[in-house]
C-alpha cells in the first residue's frame, strides 16, 4: 500500500469517527440548557406563582405563572438554551398589559428531570397546554421554541401563534452555524416548521432581526410566507438581543394579536 493510500484511509477513519461522534453528542450541541434550579416565580415577577406541569411521559415539570385580567393566555415555549428565568423580562412586559402568561421549561431546563430531544420537548409543551385554563391563548414560540409551538399548533390550535426568529426546519439552521457538516444527513432531530405551518388555523406573527446570524432573516421570511402570516422585522437585531425578548416592537405584535383575538367572535 503506498503512503497516499495510507493517508487516504487513515483520513477516512478519522472522518467517520467524527461523523460517529457527531452522531452520538449532536443533542449536546442543539440543546443548550441552563440545567440550574431557578428562584421562586414570585421573588422573581410580583404576583407570579411556581405550578407544576406533568407529563403523559410522567415527568413532572416546574413552570411560572403571571397571572393578569386579560381574557388571553400567552404560552411561551422558548429556545434552546437558558431557561424561564431568562425569559422573565418578556413575562414582564406582557403581565404590564394584563396579559396572563405561562413561562414553561423543557426537560433537563431549569431544574427539570430528564434529557431534551424533539418528542420530549412537544410532550413538555402539551402538559403546558393541558395547564392553562383561558378559553383563548396564544401560543409564543421563540427560536427552536417557534418549532414546538408550531407543532403544538397543529395538534391543539391555538387562537393566535407568534413565532420568534423561526426557521423552516432545524436542519437550514444548523446548515449556516456548521456549514462544513452534511446537518441534514447527520439530524435526529428534525423540527420542521415551513412544511406544516401552512394548515395552521389561526392568525400567525412571525418577528425576525435583520441582524440575525444564527437564524438568518430569509429563513424566518420563508416561514411567514408559508404561513401568510404577518411580518415584523426588527432592524438590525441579532437573535440573542435584548430587543428581541422585550422590545417595544415585539411585545406590541403579541398584544396587538391578544387585542385582534380578544375582540374575535
Known amino acids: 500500500m503506498t503512503t497516499l493510500a495510507r493517508t487516504a484511509l487513515v483520513v477516512a477513519a478519522v ?3 467524527l461523523l460517529g461522534l457527531l452522531w452520538v453528542f449532536q443533542r449536546r450541541l442543539i440543546y443548550l440548557p441552563d440545567s440550574a434550579p431557578v428562584p421562586p416565580a414570585a421573588s422573581v415577577l410580583p404576583g407570579a406563582r411556581d405550578i407544576t406541569l406533568t407529563t403523559r411521559d410522567g415527568l413532572r415539570l416546574a413552570a411560572w405563572y403571571v397571572p393578569g385580567h386579560h381574557d388571553v393566555t400567552v404560552l411561551v415555549t422558548g429556545g434552546n438554551a437558558g ?3 431568562h425569559r422573565a423580562p418578556l413575562a414582564r412586559a406582557l403581565a404590564a398589559y394584563g396579559l396572563p402568561v405561562l413561562l414553561m421549561d423543557y426537560r433537563g431546563y431549569g431544574g427539570n428531570p430528564g434529557s431534551p430531544t424533539e418528542e420530549g420537548l412537544h410532550l413538555d409543551a402539551l402538559a403546558a397546554r393541558d395547564a392553562v385554563r383561558s378559553s383563548r391563548v396564544i401560543y409564543f414560540g421563540e427560536s427552536l421554541g417557534a418549532a414546538v409551538a408550531t407543532r403544538l399548533a397543529l395538534e391543539h390550535p391555538p387562537d ?6 423561526p426557521f423552516t426546519d432545524l436542519a437550514a439552521a444548523g446548515q ?12 435526529r432531530d428534525r423540527f420542521p416548521v415551513a412544511d406544516g405551518i401552512g394548515a395552521v388555523r389561526a392568525p400567525v406573527v412571525v418577528v425576525y432581526g435583520t441582524g440575525d446570524t444564527i437564524v438568518p432573516p430569509h429563513l424566518s421570511r420563508a416561514v411567514a410566507g408559508a404561513a401568510r402570516a404577518t411580518t415584523v422585522e426588527v432592524a438590525g437585531a441579532g437573535h440573542n438581543d435584548l430587543v428581541l425578548l422585550n422590545g417595544r ?3 406590541g405584535a403579541v398584544v396587538e394579536l391578544a387585542e385582534r383575538v380578544s375582540k374575535a367572535e
Do not use: D, K, Q, T
Open 160 to 165: 393566535g401563534l407568534v413565532l420568534r426568529s
Open 249 to 251: 416592537e415585539l411585545v
Open 15 to 17: 472522518l467517520i469517527l
Open 83 to 85: 431557561n424561564r428565568l
Open 176 to 187: 449556516v452555524n456548521y456549514p462544513f457538516l452534511p446537518v441534514r444527513a447527520l439530524l
